[in-house]
C-alpha cells in the first residue's frame, strides 16, 4: 500500500525534472514505490505497461479474450418436438455465489472455490491471496515470537553489579525458552487436486517463513522432499523448481504407498510427540485402501496431531463415504476444508495451537 | 543518463565498487531524498561493500551497527558511563547537594555514545550501515523506526536528540525473516541481485589485475551455472573473487576437473553442494550462458 510520502517523494523527484530522463524517473520511482522483492520484480513491467503504446495492444488483445468468455444463460433452452422453450433455473448450484451476494468484489473472491476461478478472476484472485497471506504471515509472528524477557536472574544482576561498585543498576532477565513448532506437511499434486494444489503450495511456502521447522513433502504415485527447495528466496523460484523437480506432479493418486514412503524414508527423522503433520488431499485413494489405513494409523501414532485438509469437503453435500477417507477418518484429530482462500485463512488458529 | 549518476558510477569504479544504473539511482536519491536505503538480496552480492564504497566516495567515516539477536539499546544507542557518575558522586558529595549533584550526573558528558547515537551527533553527515537488520528482534526494529523517519533519538533522562546533521542510512537485510511493513515504508528499497556476467567478469578483473581474461570468463561462467543449480548456498560475489585468487595462486590456465576437486571448498560451503558438483564434470558447468 502506498502512502502520501510515497506520493510526495514521487512528486519531489519529479519537480526536480527527473521525469525528463525516463530510465532516471523509471529507477527512481521503483526505489520509492516497491517495498518488497515482489514489487521490485513485477515494477518495470507494470511502468512500461503503464506508458508504453507496445502494452495498449497488448491490453487491447487481452479485453477481446476476456470479451470472448461466454456468460451461461440464466435459462435452460428445451427442444421439444422441434421447439425451443426457455425453462428458468430452478436453483443455483454454487453455494458460495448465494452466500455472497450483494458482498463486495473480495469477499466474494474469499468464498469462491479454487476450481471454479475463471479467467477473469484467475489474476484480481492471485493478488488478494498475496495480500491476504501477507497479513497471515505478519499475525504469525507476532504471536509465534515470545517476549525474550523472563524472570530476574540473580547471579547475573549480582555479576553485572561489580563493575557498578556493587550496585544494582541494570536487572538481568532470563531468557524464555521459546517452543519448537514442527509441523509437517504432505500435499497431494494428483490430478484430481490439480486446481487447489497450486494454491496451497503457495499457503505451505507462507507459513515456511515463520515455522522454523517445517518440513514438506509432495506426492501422487511416488513422494518427492521439496523442503530443500524452498530456501530460495525467490517465490517464482521455487516454485519453477518445484514444478522442474516433482515427476509425479498431475498424475494418479497412491495416497497409502506414498505415505508408507514417508514413513520408511522420512518417518524416523521428521515424526516425534512435538510434530504435528497435515496432509493435504482429497482422499480418492487408486491403490491400496489397507495400505492407506496402515500408514495413516502409524503417522497418528507418531505424531502429536495429524490433521487432514481436504478440498472436496467444502462442496454442498459432500460426504466422507470413499473408502480411502472413511478408513482414515478415526485416525484424525481434524478434518477441515480447504477450497478457498477463507477456509485456508481459518485454518490459522488450527495452528496457532501447535 | 543523468551526469550526476555517470559521475556516481564513475567515482564508485574508482572504489572498485561497479554500480548499475539502477543501484545508482538509488544511491543518488538516497543522497538527495535523505531517506535510508533498504537493501535485500542473497548473501555475497556486495550489499555491506556499498556502504564502504559509499563513505569512500563521500569522504566521510562509516559507522556500522551490526544487528543479532538479543541487540539493545546499550549497545545501540548510548549507556549510562556508572563508573564516572559514581566518582562523581563520591568527589563531591561533600560539597554539593543532592539534588544538584543528581542533576549534574545525568549530562551528555556521562553518556557512553553507540553508533546510532554517534551517527546523529557527528558534526559531519557519515554513512550509517545497520547490516543484517533481519537477525534483530522486532522490538528493535520498532525503535529503528523514530531514527529512520525524523532523525531524532528519546534518551528519557535527557529528551529528545535531534540530528546535527543526518547520517546517510543504509540497511541489509538477507530475508531471513519478513520486515515490518512500517519499517519498509520510512526507506527506499533496492533488491540486489547477483551481477550479469560481463560485469563479474569486471568486478574480477578490477580486484585482479593479473588474472587471464579468459580465465576470469570461465570463473564466472562455472560460477553462473553453479547459480542455477539450486544449491543449498549458491556462490556469492565473493566466492568468485577468492576462487580466482586461488586460481592464480596455483598459477592455473584453464579450469580442469583436477582443480575443481581441489578448490571447490573456496566456492562452496556445504557438504551436499560440494558432493554435488564433485559428481558432475566440469564441462558441465562451463557451458556458456547468457
Sequence with gaps: MLGPQDTRDAFEIAERGYWLDRTLFQYSLKAIYCKRKEHFDRFDEMFDRFWSRYYDDKLEARKKTVKQIKKEPETDTIIFLGAKFNKPRKEKEEKEAKQTKGANENVRLRFTDFSKVDVADRERLEELAEELFHQMSMRFKRRLEDANKGRIDIRKTIRHSISKGGLMLDLAHRKKRKEKRKVVFILDVSGSMDTYSYYLLRYVMVLKKYFRELEFFTFSTHLTHVTPMLRANNELQILKDIGSNVQTWSSGTKIGESLTEFLSGYGNKFLSQKHVVVILSDGLETGSVTQLKEAVGTIRRKCKTLIWLNPLKGMKDYQPIQKGIVNVMPHLDAFESAHNLDSLLKLEKLLMDV | ?290
Excluded at chain 2, 544511491?27 to 548473501?43: A, I, Q, S, W
Excluded at chain 2, 519498509?184 to 563479474?200: G, I, N, Q, T
Design chain 2, 1 to 290: 543518463m543523468n551526469k550526476e549518476i555517470q559521475g556516481l558510477i564513475a567515482d564508485f569504479y574508482e572504489q572498485d565498487y561497479i554500480l548499475n544504473q539502477a543501484l545508482a539511482t538509488s544511491v543518488f536519491l538516497l543522497n538527495n531524498l535523505e531517506k535510508p536505503l533498504l537493501l535485500e538480496g542473497d548473501p555475497g552480492v556486495g550489499k555491506t561493500m556499498l556502504a564502504s564504497a559509499l563513505a569512500a566516495h563521500l569522504k566521510t567515516d562509516l559507522i556500522r551497527l551490526q544487528c543479532y539477536e538479543g541487540l539493545d539499546v546499550g549497545t545501540t544507542i548510548y549507556e549510562w558511563n556508572y563508573q564516572k557518575q559514581l566518582l562523581h558522586i563520591k568527589l563531591f558529595e561533600q560539597e554539593k547537594d543532592k539534588r544538584t549533584l543528581g542533576e549534574e550526573i545525568f549530562g551528555m558528558e556521562y553518556v557512553l555514545k553507540r553508533p546510532l547515537l554517534r551517527s546523529i551527533t557527528a558534526e559531519k553527515p557519515v554513512v550509517l550501515l545497520i547490516d543484517e537488520i533481519d537477525r534483530a528482534d522486532e522490538e528493535f526494529e520498532a525503535f529503528l523506526l523514530e531514527l529512520l523517519s525524523d532523525f531524532q533519538i528519546s534518551i528519557p533522562e535527557l529528551g529528545t536528540i535531534k540530528a546535527v546533521t543526518k547520517p546517510m542510512v543504509i540497511l541489509t537485510s538477507n530475508r531471513t525473516r519478513e520486515l515490518s511493513d512500517a519499517l519498509r515504508r520510512r526507506c527506499l528499497y533496492h533488491w540486489v541481485d547477483f551481477p550479469s556476467k560481463a560485469m563479474e567478469i569486471d568486478i574480477i578483473a578490477r580486484k585482479l589485475p593479473d588474472i587471464d581474461e579468459q580465465l576470469a570468463a570461465q570463473v564466472v561462467t562455472f560460477i553462473h551455472n553453479l547459480r542455477k543449480s539450486s544449491l543449498k548456498k549458491p556462490p556469492g560475489i565473493a566466492e568468485s573473487l577468492d576462487w580466482a585468487k586461488t586460481l592464480l595462486l596455483l598459477n592455473a590456465e584453464n579450469i580442469t576437473d583436477e582443480i575443481v576437486q581441489n578448490t571447490v571448498g573456496s566456492v562452496l560451503k556445504h557438504k551436499d553442494d560440494i558432493e554435488f558438483v564433485r559428481n558432475k564434470s566440469v564441462q558441465e558447468f562451463l557451458i556458456p550462458i547468457d
